[in-house]
């Protein structure tokens, strides 16, 4: 570029940086001073999941503060496309299991973590793509700012001693009032932080270069305003009758050169209002219909004028309108009753001690390309025409308008000179400050999606939880399986060790082709899951072992008090002589000692004939003869129990031991590391053995105490509820609950017998859940962290990899009974994967 372009575009810049008016900041108290003698503060907070009365009172207080004339605040919602920091905490967990040795048998380890890397990567092209193919959703990362800003009653700065001491005294009033507002936001339920200077400039730089990374550059030596636009950046503004603005220059990668903004102003306000139809603004909740669909910047502006002139003002108006309302006027105008009826309520509610504001809403859209601007703001409009919003696309002041809505810029001159802004009360603009965003999830072992386009985490190890146990509950076709899997590859590639035991393979292919380790137990496998093996203190296990030596005796029945007593002597006896070598042979030679003297009853002799099939000579023997070598060394192991279906009764026991014998393992291990168990199909064992229910509420309440957790996997709650008094403990003792689609009777049956302590909210998202088959399945997700829907999507590959159905599965179930090799079956789903892309 010559000399005199050079000249140009310094020239274009220092242009621009007259509209920005913070020169300068207060490092230690966290202010910024503007040049048209004005201090300000700006706090970043985290949006609210939901909203109560006690929040929307909080809300009302604050906006209805006597402010000095001509304080402006602005509460502002920016969605960002930025998702590296939420990608890198999900990523950054994975490198540091990956910098562990892995001393398992298996290397699923890093199978899983390539995978999630994937998914990472997946989350960072959603920015810019669709994440389902039927709806305009494009993943985004919310953050939220309120700033408040009075005038300096200097009106001319001189420099003299006297005015230093005066603006002095008028920061600390002005702390005082921060303060204030800050102790109101937080009975709100908003938490918020004062923003310092180098992230002032971080966040301002971000709306003019929105596609780039944060920039938190900080020269202390220059005016703040001067280090927000780089030399040769450039924005066309000054054509009036131009309906975008267009950036350039901004951006140090030069495919982000270029940007687009359109804007939305404020036209009228709906007549009734709340914030929960504020939170609409910003997309359908539901997620299917119209939504933003790129990057935006949603902001409310009050302004608080001379309340005395104000009122006057809107006294004198009110009379002029009385006048103009007589006979039968008002039927014949409807502009003249609507204007009527708002002088009224503005009255009243000034006679009630509300403050009198200027309030003015704008959304502003960014995107690379002014014809995907055009196209979203085609559907939005007649969205918020739909919610009784009047939203105008903005086109003559879109540069104005578009200053103004950044942070700390706009000024009383600039609000008046705009005519952009309604009155109202404060109480009624407090219903329209975007405070509310969708519940975005605890922790980042788990990445799923909101509907509207958050990132969500989920982490069953999350702090607020009192322990780790979980469950599923999913009617066929919901999605299920692909969220198990997805559940098991984020687990695993943390380190953590998982065991899924499952009856119909929809986990093992994943885990074979992960390289992971699938035990199928038969009758030929030669395991032993002698129960006292590994036992180090028999009290502790003395339940569970007993619970399972019930089930060996009466397979479809609970234990009795009578029978778990006579089994408590016989272990106790056996023990003391032999200790953890003891095995079921033992018990059945101690029962058949028993004098008739002892056992009047004779039910020790009957208990003992009825353990003969699991006896050394018994035909079940062989499972629970000498000592226990059951083994599962692997990340992740699925325990296969399909080919024992045929033998319901040996099936249960195997299953019940097999949990005892995990248990067990998280309990000696004691050396950090998490633990998992998953069981599959545990529904149907509930529905069909009491025993069961009993067994895994023990477990349930052990297994906390060594960092471990146990997934039950069910179809419905009724599975739960309607067989086994033991449901209730299950659930109290599972502070993480993953429901997908169930059915309405399911659903009423659960409510009217109050199976979970769900309020008002929780019963809805229930209701709501819905699966789209290859696109996505939603999960209402309830924690005591919080409550909300989540998506799982997943890209073709894991589509190939999870699904139980379709020409993809069959290939593949078909390769594994022959036997193929994990690098066989990856590239036979890279194939599948490749077809369903190109289609």
């Known amino acids: 570029m010559n000399i005199l372009g050079t000249i140009g575009e310094l020239i274009r810049k220092d242009e621009i940086s007259e509209y920005l008016t913070v020169s300068a900041s207060d490092g230690k108290d966290v202010l910024f001073f503007e040049e048209e003698l004005a201090i300000g503060s700006l706090l970043r907070f985290n949006a609210l999941s939901g909203a109560s009365d006690q929040t929307q009172i909080a809300l009302n207080t604050v906006c209805n503060e006597k402010y000095p004339a001509g304080t402006i605040m602005q509460i502002i919602q920016f969605g960002s496309p930025n998702l590296e920091q939420t990608v890198h905490q999900y990523t950054k967990l994975r490198d540091i299991a990956e910098q562990q040795p892995n001393t398992d048998s298996d290397n699923s380890r890093d199978f899983c973590i390539d995978s999630t890397r994937s998914r990472a990567q997946a989350f960072l092209d959603f920015t810019r793509d669709r994440v389902v193919p039927s709806s305009?959703?494009?993943?985004?990362?919310?953050?939220?700012?309120?700033?408040?800003?009075?005038?300096?009653?200097?009106?001319?700065?001189?420099?003299?001693?006297?005015?230093?001491?005066?603006?002095?005294?008028?920061?600390?009033?002005?702390?005082?009032?921060?303060?204030?507002?800050?102790?109101?936001?937080?009975?709100?339920?908003?938490?918020?932080?004062?923003?310092?200077?180098?992230?002032?400039?971080?966040?301002?730089?971000?709306?003019?270069?929105?596609?780039?990374?944060?920039?938190?550059?900080?020269?202390?030596?220059?005016?703040?305003?001067?280090?927000?636009?780089?030399?040769?950046?450039?924005?066309?503004?000054?054509?009036?009758?131009?309906?975008?603005?267009?950036?350039?220059?901004?951006?140090?990668?030069?495919?982000?050169?270029?940007?687009?903004?359109?804007?939305?102003?404020?036209?009228?306000?709906?007549?009734?209002?709340?914030?929960?139809?504020?939170?609409?603004?910003?997309?359908?909740?539901?997620?299917?219909?119209?939504?933003?669909?790129?990057?935006?910047?949603?902001?409310?502006?009050?302004?608080?004028?001379?309340?005395?002139?104000?009122?006057?003002?809107?006294?004198?108006?009110?009379?002029?309108?009385?006048?103009?309302?007589?006979?039968?006027?008002?039927?014949?105008?409807?502009?003249?009753r609507h204007k009527y009826e708002g002088f009224a309520l503005m009255g009243r509610s000034i006679a009630d001690g509300d403050a009198p504001v200027e309030v003015g809403t704008t959304l502003t859209l960014f995107n690379r390309s002014r014809n995907e601007i055009h196209g979203a703001l085609a559907r939005i409009i007649p969205y918020y025409n739909s919610l009784g919003w009047r939203m105008r696309q903005e086109r003559y002041l879109v540069g104005v308008s578009f200053f103004n809505q950044l942070p700390l810029s706009p000024s009383p001159t600039s609000i008046l000179q705009t005519h952009r802004y309604k009155t109202m009360s404060g109480t009624h603009a407090a219903q329209f400050l975007p405070v509310l965003d969708e519940w975005q999830g605890s922790g980042a072992a788990v990445l799923l999606s909101t509907r509207r386009g958050r990132a969500f985490g989920l982490d069953f190890y999350a702090p607020e939880n009192p322990n780790f146990n979980w469950a599923v509950i999913a009617e066929a076709g919901s999605g299920k399986s692909f969220l198990l899997q997805r559940l098991q590859m984020d687990y695993v590639s943390l380190g953590c060790k998982v065991w899924n035991i499952d009856s119909g393979g929809s986990s093992a292919r994943a885990c074979m082709i992960s390289g992971g380790e699938v035990l199928s137990l038969h009758r030929e496998s030669k395991t032993s899951l002698n129960p006292f093996t590994k036992v180090q203190d028999i009290d502790d296990e003395m339940s569970m072992i007993i619970s399972l030596l019930g089930k060996?005796?009466?397979?479809?029945?609970?234990?009795?008090?009578?029978?778990?007593?006579?089994?408590?002597?016989?272990?106790?006896?056996?023990?003391?002589?032999?200790?953890?070598?003891?095995?079921?042979?033992?018990?059945?030679?101690?029962?058949?000692?028993?004098?008739?003297?002892?056992?009047?009853?004779?039910?020790?002799?009957?208990?003992?004939?009825?353990?003969?099939?699991f006896g050394p000579i018994g035909s079940y023997g062989s499972w629970f003869k000498g000592p226990n070598n059951f083994r599962a060394d692997a990340s992740w192991t699925v325990l296969e129990l399909s080919d024992l279906k045929t033998n319901p009764h040996l099936q249960a026991v195997v299953l019940m031991q097999l949990v005892n014998a995990i248990k067990q393992e998280m309990y000696l291990a004691r050396d950090g590391r998490k633990r998992m168990l998953i069981v599959e199909?545990?529904?149907?064992?509930?529905?069909?053995?009491?025993?069961?229910?009993?067994?895994?509420?023990?477990?349930?309440?052990?297994?906390?105490?060594?960092?471990?957790?146990?997934?039950?996997?069910?179809?419905?709650?009724?599975?739960?509820?309607?067989?086994?008094?033991?449901?209730?403990?299950?659930?109290?003792?599972?502070?993480?609950?993953?429901?997908?689609?169930?059915?309405?009777?399911?659903?009423?049956?659960?409510?009217?017998?109050?199976?979970?302590?769900?309020?008002?909210?929780?019963?809805?998202?229930?209701?709501?859940?819905?699966?789209?088959?290859?696109?996505?399945?939603?999960?209402?997700?309830f924690t005591p962290g919080g409550s909300g829907i989540a998506r799982l999507v997943e890209g073709a590959y894991n589509q190939a990899l999870f699904t139980t159905e379709g020409p993809a599965f069959h290939e593949v179930m078909k390769a594994l009974r022959k036997g193929a090799t994990p690098h066989e079956l990856h590239e036979l789903i890279e194939r599948y994967s490749l077809a369903t892309d190109e289609a």
Request: with cysteine; glycine share 6%.
């Open 136 to 336: 305009d959703v494009r993943l985004t990362e919310t953050n939220s700012y309120w700033t408040l800003k009075i005038p300096l009653t200097i009106k001319e700065f001189l420099g003299t001693q006297k005015e230093l001491d005066q603006i002095q005294r008028e920061i600390e009033d002005f702390k005082i009032m921060r303060a204030r507002l800050m102790s109101q936001l937080q009975t709100a339920g908003i938490q918020s932080y004062p923003v310092e200077t180098a992230e002032y400039l971080a966040i301002m730089r971000r709306y003019f270069d929105v596609y780039g990374d944060w920039d938190w550059r900080w020269d202390p030596q220059a005016q703040l305003c001067d280090q927000i636009m780089p030399p040769g950046s450039h924005i066309k503004w000054t054509d009036k009758t131009n309906r975008y603005l267009h950036l350039s220059g901004f951006a140090d990668n030069e495919k982000h050169q270029r940007l687009w903004c359109g804007m939305l102003a404020i036209d009228s306000y709906p007549k009734s209002a709340s914030l929960i139809e504020m939170f609409e603004m910003t997309g359908d909740p539901s997620g299917t219909g119209p939504q933003i669909g790129m990057p935006y910047a949603l902001c409310t502006t009050v302004h608080y004028p001379d309340a005395m002139i104000k009122e006057q003002k809107i006294r004198k108006g009110q009379v002029i309108t009385d006048r103009q309302a007589f006979g039968p006027m008002l039927r014949w105008s409807e502009s003249l």
């Open 681 to 781: 199909e545990a529904g149907e064992r509930l529905r069909t053995d009491p025993g069961f229910a009993g067994f895994m509420s023990e477990a349930y309440s052990q297994v906390r105490k060594e960092a471990g957790s146990i997934g039950l996997v069910l179809q419905s709650l009724s599975q739960l509820y309607n067989h086994t008094k033991d449901g209730e403990t299950i659930m109290a003792n599972c502070p993480s609950k993953l429901l997908l689609h169930q059915t309405p009777e399911t659903l009423n049956a659960a409510e009217r017998n109050e199976w979970l302590n769900m309020n008002a909210y929780q019963r809805s998202i229930a209701r709501q859940v819905h699966t789209v088959k290859g696109q996505y399945s939603e999960i209402a997700v």
């Open 552 to 613: 060996m005796v009466e397979p479809d029945e609970k234990i009795k008090a009578m029978d778990a007593a006579i089994f408590m002597e016989a272990i106790k006896s056996c023990w003391s002589h032999k200790g953890p070598d003891m095995e079921i042979g033992d018990l059945i030679q101690y029962l058949n000692n028993q004098t008739p003297e002892k056992d009047r009853s004779g039910r020790a002799l009957e208990l003992a004939k009825l353990l003969m099939p």
